[in-house]
């Protein structure tokens, strides 16, 4: 059994050597940015949970590695065309790809990254490798499909609760209960624990990005790696948002609205009047505890998987890291 | 035996079932885009190389469509993204998806028909579907290095034409190789008919796309589907440039140089001036000469293959139709 932060260290000197054999191809302009955007990547996350899931069943995490590199390529992949579609010039303090390089080397290196995705799976020796590549292809199509709905609710008022829980769903859930079901797949789990750990993975990925939302308007400053009111200053239709307007009386809802047409504003000033009616709204509160509901129906299915409790343990760990944001 | 004629029909209803079937799927914005891209398609003789490989060596050539299909979706993939970075608005008198829609927008349904290609192969029922899935991904990958090195190109005036034929190689000829050898693979075929069924793919890729190159400058305007001289305009490094750099004396080579880094002409001047420097250094006799060798290639290849000859007649037809651009 391996803790997480051994599991951190294993698959980042494996991310790491890639890299560097990245760094020796030809062409270099089509490697060299692929290379450039796993270097960006934090606390390897997804590739983790593949070998943790996979180490629930199997000593031998070693051999489950190519699959864990698959999701962590393609993961970095949508992070990078993300970037180019958002504009977002800055990624964890370094400059996004489109803006090291150029946009027409973030478009084919991401093309070439969503490839060698499936080229690393493909290097993944398992007598479930095709239902491997099945999972893998089907979830990475509904990223697609999260990002477009992402883009979609920007230019739309009525985007209601449900179809936002779908967007996130989509979006960002998926491949964290794809990265799990990956790993027991490998393993040669039994297809209802497969199917267990996909959906603990889809609860617990639904409470992280709503978390995310909530920590975007009311985390500590200090603590948080990004500007505070960030969503509320570009107008995204987070849950906290969308929840807003659907309590506010017709005066209240006038003034949000107001705020999203606004085009010149100090952000500042902004940010605390939509807080302001967050607050007066109890926005903070309903919040925490639709994040709670998902992330208790995690916890629901953890305690249901049929893997003793020592064994299973690390997995309720990486359910307290995500939602304590230590990542 | 299927004709060539009966496969294309085969296949371009299929894929119109296809484009019919994303018209209805969510969201909109995602893959309406998609059905654009394919419908835009010409002759399908990607697909319809898959299909006549199988054909080879089966007559059931309904169960490889998927794998048509998913070649299809790919290289339409490969043009959206290509027009893109090309910025190129048009495309067979259609808005190419950029233009038509938004970038956003063509690098999302981009990203998704890539791995829409690799759930189609997946749903193509063969022993061999991972040896098919290894082909196709090792063969995207190199269409990536292929796009990248012809961007490269652009800002070098050392190309080699050794670097040329191995850009076309990789940009051009490995798709239609892959796509013979994907139905052979799908049929069973033993791994020597195979291999040689790529490399005849791969000798015949790469005289076409020379051929296309030579009649970019010396095609008759009315049978052109192009303007006559736009790689000269544009100053592409095509086989001619390259060429005529390599066998011009200092002077010529200098007047050529002049009429590249010229920020300011009259198209017609200029391809007038650079097609009667081909002229002088016989380049179009040079091309046809190592067109007929790669050609000759091909058919040799052919005649190798262990298949009697009324049933391999129909890939001998593809090569002319394929030399004589009837497509």
């Given amino acids: 059994m391996y803790s997480i932060k051994e599991l951190q260290s294993l698959i980042s ?11 020796s191809l030809e062409p270099k302009n089509l490697y060299e940015p692929v290379g450039y955007a796993l270097s960006m990547g934090g606390k390897r996350l997804r590739p983790v949970m593949v070998l943790l ?65 499936y080229n690393y799976l493909l290097n993944c020796d398992s007598s479930n490798q095709v239902s491997m590549i099945r999972l893998f292809s089907e979830t990475a199509l509904e990223v697609c499909e999260g990002q ?24 960002t859930a998926v491949l964290l209960a794809g990265s799990l079901k990956m790993g027991a797949l490998a393993a040669n789990a039994p297809e209802k624990m497969t199917a267990q750990l996909y959906d603990f993975g889809l609860n617990l990925g639904i409470a992280f990005q709503l978390q995310d939302d909530l920590l975007d308007v009311f985390a500590v400053q200090e603590k ?16 906290l948002l969308l929840k807003a307007l659907e309590l506010a009386d017709l005066q209240t809802k006038s003034i949000i609205q107001d705020w999203i047409q606004k085009k010149e504003f100090k952000t500042e000033i902004k940010v605390k009047a939509i807080t302001d009616i967050y607050n ?46 230590d990542h």
């Fill in 13 to 23: 000197s494996e991310v790491d050597n890639e890299i560097r054999l990245l760094n």
């Fill in 53 to 117: 899931a996979y180490n629930l069943f199997n000593d031998s995490v070693e051999k489950v590695i190519p699959a864990a590199i698959a999701i962590e390529v393609f993961h970095n992949f949508t992070l990078l065309h993300d970037d180019m579609m958002d504009q977002a010039e800055m990624r964890r303090n370094s400059l996004s790809v489109y803006k090291k390089y150029n946009e027409n080397i973030a478009i084919l290196s991401g093309d070439a990254m969503s490839i060698m995705a």
């Fill in 148 to 171: 477009q709905y992402d883009m979609d609710f920007e230019s739309r008022m009525d985007v209601s609760i449900q179809e936002y829980l779908n967007m996130i769903r989509l979006k």
């Fill in 224 to 239: 948080f790696g990004k500007k505070i009111g960030g969503d509320i200053a570009s107008n995204k239709k987070t849950f």
């Fill in 280 to 325: 007066e709204l109890n926005i903070k509160k309903i919040t925490e505890n639709c994040i709670e509901d998902f992330y208790q129906s995690a916890l629901d299915i953890w305690e249901k998987i049929d893997v003793e409790k020592e064994r299973k343990a690390e997995l309720l760990e990486l359910a307290k890291m995500i939602m304590s944001r």
